[in-house]
T-cell receptor, first 113, second 111 residues
Framework: KAGVTQTPRYLIKTRGQQVTLSCSPI?????VSWYQQTPGQGLQFLFE???????NKGNFPGRFSGRQFSNSRSEMNVSTLELGDSALYLC????????????FGPGTRLTVL | QKEVEQNSGPLSVPEGAIASLNCTYS??????FFWYRQYSGKSPELIMS????GDKEDGRFTAQLNKASQYVSLLIRDSQPSDSATYLC???????????FGAGTTVTVRA
């Protein structure tokens, strides 16, 4: 069974631009969660999508948004990029909402210049 | 106060020794606790989950939970160089079910 895939793996943007990251969950998994990982703040929860609806949200500004499609694939968008948005963005898929076992993708490394 | 706190490390242990990792959490009502391992440059992978007070063993790994003390730990017995990684403690919130992670403890096993 294929694992979680994320595209692109690496991205370089400049301040003020926007970016869209994509995540394809494991086949049959309906929940996708997004996390930001930085050396200073560690791994922080962004949001969780299930059945195309955002079910849970972390403490991030409105510049961070996401969506989920009917095939469970998910995208997250960051608008008006700031230097502090440079991070590894990880998505994790699980069978259902709030399911205990989450499988992480390889991540997208975003660098904002 | 952070929701999940771990001993910061880094922790260096000789091969064959026991590595002991500690984690405390603030949500008194949390019921689900996890340990993830993250190798450098890789994504986290789940290695243990624990839900009841006491010990849970899986191979060389033992997770211990004490809900009264809001404390969860991970023991790695017979540590191997391949255990060198960052270990993340995660707690599922009782109200919103989101996972909160500790900052992680980096373990280095010396051959």
């Amino acid at each position: 069974k294929a694992g979680v895939t994320q595209t692109p793996r690496y991205l370089i943007k400049t301040r003020g631009q926007q970016v869209t990251l994509s995540c394809s969950p494991i086949s049959g998994h309906r929940s996708v969660s997004w996390y930001q990982q930085t050396p200073g703040q560690g791994l922080q929860f962004l949001f969780e999508y299930f059945s195309e609806t955002q079910r849970n949200k972390g403490n991030f500004p409105g510049r961070f948004s996401g969506r989920q499609f009917s095939n469970s694939r998910s995208e997250m968008n960051v608008s008006t990029l700031e230097l502090g948005d440079s991070a590894l963005y990880l998505c994790a898929s699980s069978l259902g909402l709030g399911a205990d076992t989450q499988y992480f993708g390889p991540g997208t490394r975003l660098t904002v210049l | 106060q952070k929701e999940v706190e771990q001993n910061s490390g880094p922790l260096s242990v000789p091969e064959g020794a026991i590595a002991s990792l500690n984690c405390t959490y603030s949500d008194r009502v949390s019921q689900s606790f996890f340990w993830y391992r993250q190798y450098s440059g890789k994504s986290p992978e789940l290695i243990m989950s624990i839900y009841s007070n006491g010990d849970k063993e899986d191979g060389r790994f033992t997770a211990q939970l004490n809900k009264a003390s809001q404390y969860v730990s991970l023991l790695i017995r017979d540590s191997q160089p391949s255990d060198s990684a960052t270990y993340l403690c995660a707690v599922k919130g009782s109200a919103d079910y989101k996972l909160s992670f500790g900052a992680g403890t980096t373990v280095t096993v010396r051959a």
